[in-house]
């Protein structure tokens, strides 16, 4: 069946780094990719989404490439903040199924 | 504001003792599903419900129940809870099936003791 697999955390990184967060996935077809993002005693916020290959999303700074070839769809953002420290989870979806299939999460937390 | 609310936020039980978990939605949704999250294992579909009357299981129905009367409404039931499902609960709601954006409500942290 479908899967996410992301990068084990926690991440520790001082501010202004720059982060990735991988993610890969294993779906047929031609599945939707997500990346949400859950602060700290929060629910879970859409970040970015690409719905097909080669389409790049981004918001806040954040930047994902839906890599058909590589089955990836990996996090990057140039320089981090103290407020980007949250859990980040990549997903995906089929337009049949309407489910979405999360990684495990990757937790960031950005020290000052 | 466009939101989905859930209550309890936090709730302490004992096993066996029956109880509810509301969801509800104020955007008119079609599409609504619950969600439980667990460490290392993400999140992980428990119902959904694509309108009114219509509900499916998703990966980890075992132990619940779910309800679609009214197109706002989609509580999660536990009839005899357990220690196993302990765990945070999310419900989410998308315009309709597809790869419209999933809205999450703010979870319910619920300990089965």
């Known amino acids: 069946g479908d899967s996410v697999t992301q990068m084990e955390g926690p991440v520790t990184l001082s501010e202004e780094a720059f982060l990735t967060i991988n993610c890969t996935y294993t779906?047929?077809?031609?599945?939707?990719l997500f990346w949400y993002v859950q602060y700290p005693g929060e629910g879970l916020q859409l970040l970015l989404k690409?719905?097909?290959?080669?389409d790049k999303g981004s918001n806040k700074g954040f930047e994902a490439t839906y890599r058909k070839e590589t089955t990836s769809f990996h996090l990057e953002k140039g320089s981090v903040q103290v407020s980007d420290s949250a859990v980040y989870f990549c997903a995906l979806t089929h337009n049949q199924g309407g489910k979405l299939i999360f990684g495990q999460g990757t937790e960031l937390s950005v020290k000052p | 504001e466009a939101q989905v609310t859930q209550n309890p936020r936090y709730l302490i039980t004992v096993t066996g003792k029956k109880l509810t978990v509301t969801c509800s939605q104020n955007m008119n949704h079609e599409y609504m599903s619950w969600y439980r999250q667990d460490p290392g294992l993400g999140l992980r579909q428990i119902y959904y419900s694509m309108n009114v009357e219509v509900t499916d299981k998703g990966d980890v129905p075992e132990g619940y129940k779910v309800s679609r009367k009214e197109k706002r409404n989609f509580p999660l039931i536990l009839e005899s809870p357990s220690p196993n499902q302990t765990s945070l609960y999310f419900c989410?709601?998308?315009?309709?099936?597809?790869?419209?954006?999933?809205?999450f409500g703010p979870g319910t942290r619920l300990t089965v003791l």
């Open positions: 989410a709601s998308r315009i309709r099936q597809g790869t419209d954006t999933q809205y």
């Open positions: 779906a047929t077809g031609y599945p939707s």
């Open positions: 690409a719905t097909k290959a080669d």
